[in-house]
C-alpha cells in the first residue's frame, strides 16, 4: 500500500549527516588535528557569532536587501523576455543565441565593467544579480511556453482563439510549472551572485565581512557568515517551494511505496 512520507522522515537523513560532519569537524579541531587559526571549530564559530551578533545581522540584511532586488529583477527581466521570444516571430532566432552568450562571460569579468560604468553604489551590485538570475526563467518558462497540450492546442485554434489569448489561456497556465522551476534555480543563485557583487568595493553586505575576516585572519568570523550565506540561500530556497504548492495545487502528492 502507498503511504505518503512525512516531512520528518524526509529530513532527518540529510540532518543526522551533517550533524556527524559537524562532530567530526568538532573533533578535529578539539584534539588538535587542524589548527584553529585555519578552520576554527563549529562552538567557536558559534560563540564568535553571537558576541558579534548585531554586526552581523547590519551586514545580512544589506546582502538580503541586495539579493531581493536582484532577484526581483531578474525574474521580472525573465519573465518578459520569454514571453517576447516565444511570441514574436523572429525574436528568437535573433536574441536567444544572444542570451546564451551573456551566461558564458564570467560574472567576475561583469562585475569590474559594471563598476566602471555605473560606480560603487547598488545599482551595479543589483544588475549584477539581475544579469544571473534572469536566464534559468527564461529557459525555463520558455520551455514550458513551448510544450502544451497539443490536443488543447489545436482545440483552442479551431475555436479561433487567437494568438494572444491562447499565450494567456493555455501556453502560460502550462508554463507555471517550469516558471517555478526556473525561480528555484535563481533563487540559489542570486545570494551567490550577491556575495560576488559585494566584492566590487563596498563596506557592506556578508561578502564584504567575509572578505575583510579572512584577509584579517579571523576565520571564525568569516565561517559565521558563510553559514548565514547558506541559511539565506536555503531560506529564499524554500520561499519558493512554497508559494508553488500554494500556486500549483493541481500537482498530485508524490508517495512512496
Same mark, same amino acid.
Given at each position: 500500500?502507498?503511504?505518503?512520507?512525512?516531512?520528518?522522515?524526509?529530513?532527518?537523513?540529510?540532518?543526522?549527516?551533517?550533524?556527524?560532519?559537524?562532530?567530526?569537524?568538532?573533533?578535529?579541531?578539539?584534539?588538535?588535528?587542524? %589548527?584553529?587559526? *585555519?578552520?576554527?571549530?563549529?562552538?567557536? =564559530?558559534?560563540?564568535?557569532?553571537? /558576541?558579534?551578533?548585531? &554586526? !552581523?545581522?547590519?551586514?545580512?540584511?544589506?546582502?538580503?536587501?541586495?539579493?531581493?532586488?536582484?532577484?526581483?529583477?531578474?525574474?521580472?527581466?525573465?519573465?518578459?523576455?520569454?514571453?517576447?521570444?516565444?511570441?514574436?516571430?523572429?525574436?528568437?532566432?535573433?536574441?536567444?543565441?544572444?542570451?546564451?552568450?551573456?551566461?558564458?562571460?564570467?560574472?567576475?569579468?561583469?562585475?569590474?565593467?559594471?563598476?566602471?560604468?555605473?560606480?560603487?553604489?547598488?545599482?551595479?551590485?543589483?544588475?549584477?544579480?539581475?544579469?544571473?538570475?534572469?536566464?534559468?526563467?527564461?529557459?525555463?518558462?520558455?520551455?514550458?511556453?513551448?510544450?502544451? %497540450?497539443?490536443? *488543447?492546442?489545436?482545440?483552442?485554434?479551431? =475555436?479561433?482563439?487567437?494568438?494572444? /489569448?491562447?499565450?494567456? &489561456? !493555455?501556453?502560460?497556465?502550462?508554463?507555471?510549472?517550469?516558471?517555478?522551476?526556473?525561480?528555484?534555480?535563481?533563487?540559489?543563485?542570486?545570494?551567490?551572485?550577491?556575495?560576488?557583487?559585494?566584492?566590487?568595493?563596498?563596506?557592506?553586505?556578508?561578502?564584504?565581512?567575509?572578505?575583510?575576516?579572512?584577509?584579517?585572519?579571523?576565520?571564525?568570523?568569516?565561517?559565521?557568515?558563510?553559514?548565514?550565506?547558506?541559511?539565506?540561500?536555503?531560506?529564499?530556497?524554500?520561499?519558493?517551494?512554497?508559494?508553488?504548492?500554494?500556486?500549483?495545487?493541481?500537482?498530485?502528492?508524490?508517495?512512496?511505496?
Amino acid at each position: 500500500m502507498a503511504i505518503r512520507k512525512s516531512g520528518w522522515a524526509k529530513a532527518w537523513p540529510p540532518m543526522a549527516v551533517l550533524a556527524g560532519l559537524l562532530a567530526c569537524w568538532q573533533a578535529a579541531v578539539t584534539w588538535g588535528k587542524v %589548527d584553529k587559526w *585555519l578552520l576554527p571549530s563549529p562552538l567557536a =564559530i558559534v560563540q564568535e557569532a553571537i /558576541q558579534i551578533w548585531p &554586526r !552581523l545581522m547590519e551586514h545580512t540584511e544589506a546582502t538580503v536587501q541586495l539579493t531581493l532586488l536582484g532577484f526581483a529583477g531578474g525574474s521580472a527581466v525573465g519573465f518578459v523576455l520569454a514571453a517576447l521570444l516565444h511570441l514574436i516571430p523572429g525574436f528568437r532566432s535573433a536574441v536567444y543565441p544572444l542570451l546564451v552568450l551573456s551566461q558564458n562571460v564570467p560574472i567576475i569579468a561583469i562585475a569590474p565593467i559594471l563598476t566602471m560604468l555605473l560606480g560603487y553604489g547598488l545599482l551595479p551590485k543589483v544588475l549584477l544579480v539581475t544579469v544571473v538570475c534572469f536566464f534559468p526563467i527564461t529557459v525555463a518558462m520558455l520551455s514550458g511556453l513551448s510544450s502544451p %497540450d497539443a490536443q *488543447l492546442r489545436h482545440y483552442f485554434q479551431m =475555436i479561433g482563439i487567437g494568438k494572444w /489569448q491562447l499565450f494567456w &489561456r !493555455l501556453e502560460l497556465p502550462h508554463a507555471i510549472v517550469h516558471l517555478f522551476s526556473g525561480l528555484k534555480i535563481s533563487a540559489s543563485y542570486s545570494v551567490l551572485s550577491a556575495i560576488v557583487a559585494e566584492w566590487l568595493g563596498t563596506n557592506k553586505g556578508l561578502g564584504a565581512f567575509m572578505l575583510i575576516s579572512f584577509k584579517g585572519f579571523m576565520p571564525d568570523r568569516g565561517y559565521a557568515a558563510v553559514f548565514i550565506i547558506v541559511t539565506l540561500s536555503l531560506t529564499l530556497f524554500g520561499l519558493i517551494v512554497l508559494a508553488e504548492r500554494i500556486v500549483i495545487r493541481w500537482q498530485p502528492v508524490k508517495e512512496v511505496e
